[in-house]
Structures are given as C-alpha cells and as structure tokens.
C-alpha cells in the first residue's frame, strides 16, 4: 500500500511543545517533497511546511516561522514536525502531505493520512 501515517498529536497547553512524526511506506520517499499541513473548520486545509527530497530545504509558513522545524529520514522514510511556544490558533488536525502543498491541487489531491489532532488549551 501507499499511504503515510501519522502520529504524535495531542493536547498540550500554550507555550508547549509536541512532535508529531509521519511514517510513509509503498512508495521512493526519498524522491519527493513533503509537506505538513493542518485543517481546521475555520481555515479549511493550508499548508505549515515543506521540505525538499533531501531534507536541504525547508519552507515555513509565517505564523509558524521560528517556532516549528521540520526535519526528515530518509533511511527509515519519516518526516517529523518539531513544534515548540505552540498557541491556541495552532489547534488542528495534522495530515502528512506527499508532495509540494504549494503545488496548484496539492493541498486537495495529494496523499495524505487520517491525520492527528492537535489541541493547544490550557
């Protein structure tokens, strides 16, 4: 099967920090762009980051800029997210994106899994 997997989520309080991780299997990892991105009933799907095949590259999003890091292995076809001073407006759910999210239809069509919810409350 081709499908990534992702774990990690929970609920943390303001100004904590959670590291999700995303296991991918069925498919080269090491030959594609990967992305986090995050869905909430507000905003609806947008992308958080975006790191390259070999992990020399990464693009944050703005109001994650500083405080999140994303890091990947090929070896054992993982990506992380390390995420540090999260705020309630980081609360959603996580999915692990193959591919570029700023990709025209990436964010709709791209292989992602069921996701992982994140609850930043105090």
């Known amino acids: 099967d081709i499908r990534v997997v992702e774990s990690g989520g929970g609920l943390v309080q303001p100004g904590g920090s959670l590291t999700l991780s995303c296991a991918a299997s069925?498919?080269?990892?090491?030959?594609?762009?990967m992305s986090w991105v995050r869905q909430t009933p507000e905003k609806g799907l947008e992308w958080v980051s975006i790191?390259?095949?070999?992990?020399?590259?990464?693009t944050y999003r703005d109001s994650v800029q500083g405080r999140f890091t994303v890091s990947r292995d090929n070896s054992n076809k993982t990506m992380t997210l390390r995420m540090d001073s999260l705020k309630p407006e980081d609360t959603a759910v996580y999915y692990c994106?193959?591919?570029?999210?700023?990709?025209?239809?990436?964010?709709?069509?791209?292989?992602r899994g069921q996701g992982t919810l994140v609850i930043v409350s105090s």
């Open positions: 994106l193959r591919g570029s999210a700023d990709t025209p239809g990436a964010l709709a069509n791209g292989l």
């Open positions: 069925g498919f080269f990892f090491s030959s594609y762009t």
């Open positions: 790191i390259s095949p070999g992990g020399t590259k990464t």
